[in-house]
């Protein structure tokens, strides 16, 4: 049988309350052991309350993602053979990276704090402890390295799902790799690649969501994040996002390396927010302002300048 705490944990999670007895009769086991992994999962974060008659409940979910919930997740994964926990690291991205040798297939490593998380182009990303989610994920594709804006289209939108189902929330898609909530950013995503003449070799794909509030990412002016946007009266569940997001990530990566993006390119800009408006668009070495018009089949955004020209753009950065 896998961890007795991840079965507990099951059977907390599908139960109103649930007794000792009967957890330990469905699991057999011994009550001494059942309730020695519910004071382990007590020490990783779960509230569990018991109430005489009526058995053990989930009272509170913990404020950061678990190791046994990750070991849930990736017993129910079809794709991901393995997620790292790690309270904390520098960045998941080079703990990913670090791993590309030794361990094979698709997998995940996910921390509690980074002390240096980083965007694109090296640009820091505010990683304070308990307060977001920082994880990395690995998938090897062996794909033409030029797949990956596509790549990037669909996960856009694996992620922005996935907020909304699990938080309620209305996010938005703003291009490339950022995903906003009412002008602010939530979360942005990094994907980078080991590639061979061409081929893709690996992505690894890091991805920071802001979960709860902090001085550290308000301080920034244009980030927001799930607890201030959220119902108040909804609870934060975390284990439910990653199950969603992870659901998500194998169903669109799935969808990427089958379909192309036009078959998902009308769902992708209803959740754009970029289009029709004038922004400043910033490539390599150029800034301009620009209305966008579309998006292509091939994921590159049609904009129109302020001369009259219109500009095929791969790769920018964008200020609403
Ligand atoms: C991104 O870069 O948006 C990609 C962020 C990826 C972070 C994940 S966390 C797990 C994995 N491990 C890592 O080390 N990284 C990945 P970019 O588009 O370059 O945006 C960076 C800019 O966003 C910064 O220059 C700040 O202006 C802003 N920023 C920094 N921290 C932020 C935060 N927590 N929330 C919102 N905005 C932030």
Not at 119 to 124: E, I, K
Not at 154 to 173: K, N, P, R, W, Y
Not at 281 to 305: M, P, Q, R, W
Request: with cysteine; charged share 30%.
């Amino acid at each position: 049988m896998s961890n007795l705490k991840q079965e507990i944990l099951k059977l907390l999670k599908s139960d109103r309350f649930i007794s000792g007895q009967e957890m330990a009769d469905r699991l057999k086991v011994s009550r001494t052991s059942v309730w020695k992994s519910i004071n382990g999962l007590k020490t990783e974060g779960y509230s569990i309350e018991s109430v005489t008659k009526k058995g053990y409940h989930l009272k509170e979910h913990p404020r950061y993602i678990s190791p046994t919930a990750l070991k849930v997740l990736v017993e129910g994964s079809s794709l991901f053979t393995r997620m790292e926990y790690l309270e904390t690291t520098e960045s998941t991205q080079i703990e990913a990276m670090q791993k590309l040798e030794s361990q094979e297939g698709a997998y995940v490593v996910v921390a509690l704090e980074q002390t240096k998380g980083r965007g694109r182009f090296s640009r820091p990303w505010a990683s304070p402890k308990n307060s977001g989610l920082y994880l990395s994920i690995v998938l090897r594709p062996n794909i033409p390295i030029t797949e990956i804006i596509r790549f990037n289209l669909f996960i856009s939108l694996a992620l922005s799902e996935a907020l909304d189902a699990a938080f309620g929330v209305e996010s938005g898609i703003k291009w490339p790799n950022d995903i906003y909530i009412k002008n602010k950013k939530v979360s942005g995503f990094l994907t980078e690649v080991v590639s061979e003449s061409n081929v893709i070799n690996a992505i690894i794909c890091g991805i920071g969501i802001n979960i709860y509030k902090n001085e550290d990412v308000t301080a920034l002016g244009t980030a927001t994040d799930i607890e201030s946007e959220i119902d108040p009266d909804r609870e934060i569940d975390l284990d439910d996002f990653m199950k969603k997001l992870i659901h998500n990530i194998e169903v669109y990566y799935d969808r990427f390396i089958n379909e192309p993006f036009s078959s998902i390119r009308e769902e992708w800009k209803s959740r754009s927010i970029v289009f029709n408006k004038k922004l400043k668009i910033t490539e390599t070495n150029e800034s301009y302002v620009a209305k966008v018009l579309d998006i292509d089949s091939d994921g590159f955004l049609e904009v129109l300048d302020e001369a009259g020209e219109i500009r095929r753009v791969v790769s920018a950065d964008i200020e609403l």
